[in-house]
């Protein structure tokens, strides 16, 4: 990796200071010529653990550090002046997610991108995990039948208390995980969303920000993708089902592997439907479905390295690992996920 990117890194907070900074660091492609943060303590923190030069000002940690690449982990609610920015300095731009928040704001950042002729790129690191990775080559390789279906959830039980809790921050977990989980579904059914029905509920929040959602999405092909992100229940829920018209695969997060299940439909017999007023022989109907189940360990795959595709957009040219025409369709469905809410539901009078 001849070229380096000069790099400043924006924003020192959980994924700023714990994921991008080390990234950066440890990166050869990449040089970290400095951080931005309002926070002195952080300013210090970052001088003293890796001599960088800190900078509370962002627009004067552009000037004076000159970088090639500005990675951008502030809250949400900065990404869009914060990248615009950059670009209009000269400057290329990876932006965590969710890019910003909303669609009009992404359409400023994506102007901007095409009038400056620089390069954007939001984070999904979900598409290089290495359960992502697992379930795109087990699609691949195993006979479940055309997908017709994807259930995703992530349930806890979480009383939030940052910022991500407020709506006038661009918090709530549908920016927040919707994000992720979202882009996922649509990476991997390789489909586009045609329409969507969503309910937001803030529960156990302390803020007033979605913390309950569920979200039905039919894709351009008629693909269901049924997304629950709990953050107000003891409940476990299934974390990744893909349904096939003869199979599924199930991800097991908690054992860590992949419940395979399939059957040949040449194996088994004709059957005609009956359309008769009466059931035959007064049967339920029911079969024994020859099913071949395989248990699939997740420690078989391992995350694809999103720095590496990073550097491959931003200092090689190559295609973005992440396009801004997919990163604009996820920012509409999420926007269409709110209207399609309305307002945040508080919990219901009990039962
Ligand atoms: N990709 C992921 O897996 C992932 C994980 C966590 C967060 N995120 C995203 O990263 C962003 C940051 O989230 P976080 O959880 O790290 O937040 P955080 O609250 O942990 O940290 C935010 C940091 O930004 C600093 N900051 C505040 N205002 C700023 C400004 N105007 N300019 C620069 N820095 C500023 C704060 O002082 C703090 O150090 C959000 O957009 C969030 O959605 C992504």
Same mark, same amino acid.
């Given at each position: 990796m001849s070229r380096k990117l000069r790099t400043v890194v924006v924003g020192l907070g959980r994924i700023g200071w714990d994921y991008h900074v080390p990234m950066v660091r440890s990166h050869e492609g990449f040089?970290?010529?400095?951080?931005?943060?309002?926070?002195?303590?952080?300013?210090?923190?970052?001088?003293?653990?890796?001599?960088?030069?800190?900078?509370?000002?962002? =627009?004067?940690?552009?000037?004076?550090?000159?970088?090639?690449l500005v990675v951008i982990a502030s809250p949400t609610l900065f990404h869009a002046d914060q990248a615009i920015a950059a670009m209009e300095r000269g400057m290329d731009v990876f932006c965590d997610k969710p890019i910003a928040g909303? =669609?009009?704001?992404?359409? &400023?950042?994506? %102007? %901007?991108? &095409?009038?400056?002729?620089?390069?954007?790129?939001?984070?999904?690191?979900?598409r290089t995990s290495a359960y992502t990775v697992a379930m795109l080559d087990l699609l691949s390789r195993k006979p479940i039948g055309p997908v017709y279906m994807m259930k995703r959830a992530v349930s806890a039980y979480v009383r939030r208390n940052d910022w991500q809790a407020f709506t006038k921050y661009g918090g709530g977990m549908l920016n927040n995980y919707g994000a992720h989980y979202l882009d996922q579904l649509l990476y991997v059914s390789q489909d586009k969303p045609r329409r969507v029905s969503a309910c937001l509920r803030a529960i156990a929040t302390r803020g007033d920000a979605d913390d309950v959602v569920k979200v039905l999405?039919?894709?351009?092909?008629? =693909?269901?993708l049924d997304l629950d992100i709990n953050m107000a229940t003891s409940a476990t829920l299934p974390s990744w089902i893909v349904m096939g018209q003869y199979g599924s695969i199930e991800f097991q997060e908690a054992d860590k592997r992949f419940r395979v299940t399939y059957f040949d439909p040449a194996a088994l017999p004709p059957m005609e439907a009956s359309d008769t007023l009466a059931a035959q022989g007064r049967k339920y109907p029911g079969e024994a479905i020859p099913w071949q189940e395989e248990f699939i360990p997740l420690s078989l795959y391992a995350d694809r390295d999103f720095y590496l595709e990073t550097y491959r957009y931003f200092a090689?040219?190559?295609?973005?690992?992440?396009?801004?025409?997919?990163? &604009?369709? =996820?920012?509409?469905?999420l926007g269409e996920c709110r209207r399609e809410a309305g307002a945040v539901g508080r919990c219901p009078p009990g039962i």
């Amino acid at each position: 990796m001849s070229r380096k990117l000069r790099t400043v890194v924006v924003g020192l907070g959980r994924i700023g200071w714990d994921y991008h900074v080390p990234m950066v660091r440890s990166h050869e492609g990449f040089d970290l010529v400095g951080v931005v943060d309002p926070s002195v303590e952080r300013l210090a923190e970052a001088k003293e653990r890796f001599g960088t030069a800190g900078f509370a000002d962002y =627009l004067a940690a552009l000037t004076a550090a000159k970088p090639d690449l500005v990675v951008i982990a502030s809250p949400t609610l900065f990404h869009a002046d914060q990248a615009i920015a950059a670009m209009e300095r000269g400057m290329d731009v990876f932006c965590d997610k969710p890019i910003a928040g909303s =669609l009009e704001e992404t359409d &400023r950042m994506i %102007a %901007a991108m &095409r009038q400056t002729g620089r390069k954007l790129m939001v984070y999904q690191p979900h598409r290089t995990s290495a359960y992502t990775v697992a379930m795109l080559d087990l699609l691949s390789r195993k006979p479940i039948g055309p997908v017709y279906m994807m259930k995703r959830a992530v349930s806890a039980y979480v009383r939030r208390n940052d910022w991500q809790a407020f709506t006038k921050y661009g918090g709530g977990m549908l920016n927040n995980y919707g994000a992720h989980y979202l882009d996922q579904l649509l990476y991997v059914s390789q489909d586009k969303p045609r329409r969507v029905s969503a309910c937001l509920r803030a529960i156990a929040t302390r803020g007033d920000a979605d913390d309950v959602v569920k979200v039905l999405v039919e894709t351009e092909r008629g =693909l269901i993708l049924d997304l629950d992100i709990n953050m107000a229940t003891s409940a476990t829920l299934p974390s990744w089902i893909v349904m096939g018209q003869y199979g599924s695969i199930e991800f097991q997060e908690a054992d860590k592997r992949f419940r395979v299940t399939y059957f040949d439909p040449a194996a088994l017999p004709p059957m005609e439907a009956s359309d008769t007023l009466a059931a035959q022989g007064r049967k339920y109907p029911g079969e024994a479905i020859p099913w071949q189940e395989e248990f699939i360990p997740l420690s078989l795959y391992a995350d694809r390295d999103f720095y590496l595709e990073t550097y491959r957009y931003f200092a090689l040219g190559q295609p973005p690992f992440v396009s801004v025409e997919e990163t &604009r369709r =996820l920012m509409w469905l999420l926007g269409e996920c709110r209207r399609e809410a309305g307002a945040v539901g508080r919990c219901p009078p009990g039962i």
